[in-house]
């Protein structure tokens, strides 16, 4: 179901009980192929009612261990490791800010044979471009996780 890099890494930062609940719901994700967690929460397979599974995927997806910095960077920096290893090449990374639904959203994506990989993003709270303080937001995580 998962390559075996994600399931170390995953296992490092979640309890049993919450990777079982992910491996769960990347199942139902899979096979329904549906994003909403009322869809999500009928099929649960959970003996509770149907607002106790509800509220706990919510829980669950709210979970800090979650977040882009515990889940994304490790599995980020393990695939950047495995794919350089046979040859030595500098890290591209392009910023891009857009209008999605909405939503003002400034990403910065690592390029890789010719494809743009986001890695990490943040919702900017005004319309129009960024400014230079938004752009070190950006910027300062992935400094951190590539240094060296």
Request: aromatic fraction near 12%; include cysteine; hydrophobic fraction near 45%.
């Amino acid at each position: 179901m998962l390559p075996k890099f994600y399931q170390n890494c995953f296992q490092n930062v979640l309890t049993p009980a919450q990777y079982k609940m992910l491996e769960i719901l990347i199942m139902l994700l899979q096979f329904h192929k549906t994003v909403t967690i009322e869809k999500l929460a009928t099929v649960f397979p959970q003996p509770i009612k149907f607002e106790s599974r509800r509220r706990s995927i919510q829980r669950f997806l709210l979970l800090p261990e979650l977040s882009i910095q515990y889940i994304w960077f490790p599995l980020l920096k393990r695939w950047v490791k495995n794919s350089r290893q046979s040859q030595e090449k500098q890290l591209i990374f392009a910023i891009d800010r857009t209008q999605w639904r909405g939503e003002n959203v400034f990403v910065i994506s690592l390029i890789e044979q010719k494809r743009a990989i986001p890695v990490y993003w943040l919702l900017l709270t005004k319309r129009g471009c960024s400014n230079l303080g938004e752009q070190k937001k950006l910027i300062r995580p992935l400094l951190r996780l590539f240094k060296g």
